[in-house]
T-cell receptor, first 116, second 114 residues
Framework: GAGVSQSPSNKVTEKGKDVELRCDPI?????LYWYRQSLGQGLEFLIY????????KSGLPSDRFSAERTGGSVSTLTIQRTQQEDSAVYLC??????????????FGPGTRLLVL | AQSVTQLGSHVSVSEGALVLLRCNYS??????LFWYVQYPNQGLQLLLK??????LVKGINGFEAEFKKSETSFHLTKPSAHMSDAAEYFC????????????FGTGTRLTVIP
């Protein structure tokens, strides 16, 4: 079956603009994660969705970042008033039933964001 | 809190030589440990994971890793490097209950010399 897909693959925006990044998880996966990969910070956790539970937003770096997951499937990560330090690759991952954190996370190819 | 430390941001080996990528973890509770590989311009792919069964874990492409609690280590090895192994490798940890997100190391870029 299809893996995790993300769109767009590349996004160039101007400082101060808002951007939306999309993630389509593997069908049937109940857990969805967003991570950020940047030169200065490595791979960082941003936010986690599990079923209908309230998302774990503990990794979001500022209130300019938000995410939603509609219908337990597609997720959108929104960055408002983008800054140059937001430039990074944004990775989405999904995993099947939560069985105490041992489930493999399957990663999408990422969206490469460049803020000019 | 959980964290991982990967010693060596760059490792070079000759084709056919042993590959050893080091990972040490810190966790206040028994961890789950993972190794992911990232090929150029691609997403992360799981190589192997430790979830409390056998301490020696075998993964894809001939890689394996051994969980050593006494050393808090989870080093990745492969007996004989292949050119196609050139990539970036990430060690990651998550805890057994509660938060499910992965904490990643800073990565090790493996170069294979022909």
């Amino acid at each position: 079956g299809a893996g995790v897909s993300q769109s767009p693959s590349n996004k160039v925006t101007e400082k101060g603009k808002d951007v939306e990044l999309r993630c389509d998880p593997i069908s049937g996966h109940t857990a969805l994660y967003w991570y950020r990969q940047s030169l200065g910070q490595g791979l960082e956790f941003l936010i986690y969705f599990q079923g209908n539970s309230a998302p774990d937003k503990s990794g979001l770096p500022s209130d300019r970042f938000s995410a939603e997951r509609t219908g337990g499937s597609v997720s959108t990560l929104t960055i408002q008033r983008t800054q140059q330090e937001d430039s990074a690759v944004y990775l989405c991952a999904s995993s099947p039933l939560d069985r105490g954190s041992g489930e493999t996370q399957y990663f999408g190819p990422g969206t490469r964001l460049l803020v000019l | 809190a959980q964290s991982v430390t990967q010693l060596g941001s760059h490792v070079s080996v000759s084709e056919g030589a042993l590959v050893l990528l080091r990972c040490n973890y810190s966790s206040s509770v028994p961890p789950y440990l993972f190794w992911y590989v990232q090929y150029p311009n691609q997403g992360l792919q799981l190589l192997l994971k430790y979830t409390s069964a056998a301490t020696l874990v075998k993964g894809i492409n001939g890689f394996e890793a051994e969980f050593k609690k006494s050393e808090t280590s989870f080093h990745l090895t492969k007996p004989s490097a292949h050119m196609s192994d050139a990539a970036e490798y990430f060690c990651a940890v998550t805890q057994r209950a509660g938060a499910n997100n992965l904490f990643f190391g800073t990565g090790t870029r493996l170069t294979v010399i022909p």
